[in-house]
């Protein structure tokens, strides 16, 4: 087999849910095979660089060719993801809203506050 289409092969190896997306993503030059912009029908073969950018962008090397969406730890197997981790999230502390002891019901303005402080307003 000489190549796989880039957009079943990043369906195969489950970068993409669906094949749908997978070409979505080639139409939007959102794709790159070894440095240039990829169509849907760039073929890929084995030590082919993709490079999916993105939301959470990926660097695979092609291991293995593809046609048919496999399991995921066949998928793993059929690419070296080269994707550096993703920075640390930044930890901070969780707001904290005091309020007296039996000091009856929440105003208007404390239950604004609150709403705030959980993401409801």
Known sequence: MSGVRVDAWLWA??????RLLATAACKGGHVEVDGSRAKASTLVREGSRVLVTGE???N???RQLLTKRVSAPLAAAAMIDETPPPPPREQRPA???????GAGRPTKRERRELDRLRGRG
């Open 13 to 18: 190896v489950r970068v993409f849910k669906s």
């Open 60 to 62: 695979l090397v092609v």
């Open 56 to 58: 959470r962008g990926r």
């Open 95 to 101: 707001p904290v809203f005091l309020r007296e002891r």
